[in-house]
């Protein structure tokens, strides 16, 4: 039986090795001694950016001489192919891509020589970008530079389309964000107890980033610590809400209760004290949210929860102070009232009329 020489290279054109390979589907007619793909191409390993090459014999008088190639990759990828080796010679054109992870292209070379290329498809070549911008992201973890971690993480999720890689890339986010979210915690909590000048609306402004943070945070994957860390920055924004709500309603009662003072008109004084005492109702609110945050264990809580409670010991004095005004206003009213009355039994008019109404009877 006479032989054609032929050559069989692989290559591996991908950014993975191959770890394995192996052939079947082979017709032991259609070749000739040991050089065919099933002795010479079976669990060979060909690194990455690197190829294998094999002397194939093929029988003269064989119409085909096809075989199945199956490449598992490290990173559990697997093609499978089939082809005709007498396509190195120029006859039998026929590929079948059966099981398919990249992309695979042949050509016959000079020397009938086969060359199988594979390489990657643009997809995989996007979740390889997201792959090293995700190391890009843990560097900058390593540096705590939080925020350009998650820059680097958020751009990586546009690029991944591998399960392994997005699960990987979401994890990797949510712990940027808690550390953020940490980070800006901590610092709206340094603003507010700054005793050099009023900082609580740049505090503010980090309480929300540290909710915003711990809220994607939680999004991307649960964890106890998370789910306190986003409860304890809640309590604060919203104790923080009520105090301020409160602290301009008794704003608003000190002006009407000194317009009152000017006026002495009694019902301004009630205007006041129904004012005073929904801010009352407001501190009470904000004292019960930073009592909660005390119990979950944040001390940060006791400043708040006190400063609340001298806020509400005032108001209370206050609202106190006026009840002494009505108490006061209603019994000067009784007394005036005593006195009109006795004024018109003295009056000596009263009496003529009286007695002029008795003696007609």
Not at 14 to 21: A, L
Not at 39 to 62: D, L, P, T, Y
Not at 153 to 159: K, S, T
Request: charged letters at 35%; one cysteine or more.
């Amino acid at each position: 039986m006479g032989s054609i020489h032929t050559r069989l290279r692989i290559v591996n054109n991908t950014n993975t090795d191959i770890i394995n390979t192996s052939v079947s589907g082979i017709d032991n007619y259609d070749w000739d001694g040991g050089s065919r793909p099933d002795h010479n191409f079976n669990g060979v390993f060909i690194r990455s950016k690197c190829s294998e090459e094999r002397r194939e014999e093929v029988n003269r008088n064989a119409r085909h001489c096809p075989f199945t190639m199956t490449l598992n990759f490290r990173n559990g990828n697997v093609d499978t192919f089939r082809i005709h080796q007498k396509q190195a010679i120029g006859c039998c054109d026929g590929f079948k891509h059966i099981r398919k992870s990249h992309d695979i292209t042949y050509e016959r070379i000079e020397n009938n020589l086969l060359k199988i290329t594979i390489e990657n498809t643009e997809k995989q070549l996007q979740n390889e970008k997201a792959e090293r911008l995700k190391k890009e992201g843990e560097a900058a973890m390593k540096q705590k530079q939080y925020e350009a971690a998650t820059k680097k993480y958020d751009e990586a999720l546009r690029l991944a389309n591998e399960s392994q890689t997005i699960n990987s890339l979401k994890a990797d986010k949510a712990t940027a964000c808690y550390e953020q979210g940490k980070s800006s915690l901590q610092e709206g909590w340094d603003l507010e107890n700054d005793t050099t000048g009023d900082k609580s609306q740049e505090a503010e402004k980090q309480f929300s980033e540290a909710q915003s943070m711990f809220q994607q945070a939680e999004n991307l994957r649960h964890t106890l610590e998370q789910e306190k860390s986003l409860k304890i920055t809640n309590i604060k924004i919203d104790g923080n809400r009520l105090f301020n709500e409160a602290n301009e309603l008794e704003k608003e009662a000190f002006t009407l209760f000194q317009e009152a003072r000017e006026s002495k008109v009694f019902d301004d004084y009630t205007t006041s004290q129904n004012k005073y005492k929904e801010a009352l109702n407001k501190y009470e609110s904000a004292k019960e949210k930073f009592d909660e945050g005390m119990k979950m264990s944040d001390n940060k809580f006791e400043v708040c929860s006190e400063i609340t409670d001298e806020h509400i010991k005032e108001v209370t004095k206050v609202i106190d102070a006026i009840d002494r005004v009505e108490l006061n206003h209603n019994i000067n009213q009784v007394n005036v009232e005593e006195e009109q009355k006795e004024t018109e039994l003295e009056n000596p008019n009263i009496n003529s009329n009286f007695e002029k109404q008795i003696d007609m009877a």
